[in-house]
């Protein structure tokens, strides 16, 4: 929680800002301002299945698994 809020600091100070987190901690979370989160993360209720994609896969955040979704074809 600490990291994220320095690192924002951090890099505020040379003109970047950091926009569109996500987090599956709710500390972490609850220290970022709403409109700097991700749109699936604003209102994020860890009760129920939440997804985002990273690095082209998708990322359960509450379950904090990357899972593949694989197509099959048939020729």
Do not use: C, H
């Amino acid at each position: 929680m600490t990291m994220a809020i320095d690192l924002t600091k951090l890099l505020a100070r040379r003109g970047f800002r950091l926009t569109k987190w996500v987090s599956n901690s709710t500390k972490v979370l609850e220290s970022i301002p709403e409109s700097e989160r991700t749109g699936s993360v604003r209102n994020l209720n860890f009760d129920q299945p939440a997804e985002e994609r990273a690095l082209a896969m998708n990322w359960n955040i509450v379950t904090d698994r990357f899972e593949f979704k694989v197509a099959s074809y048939s020729f």
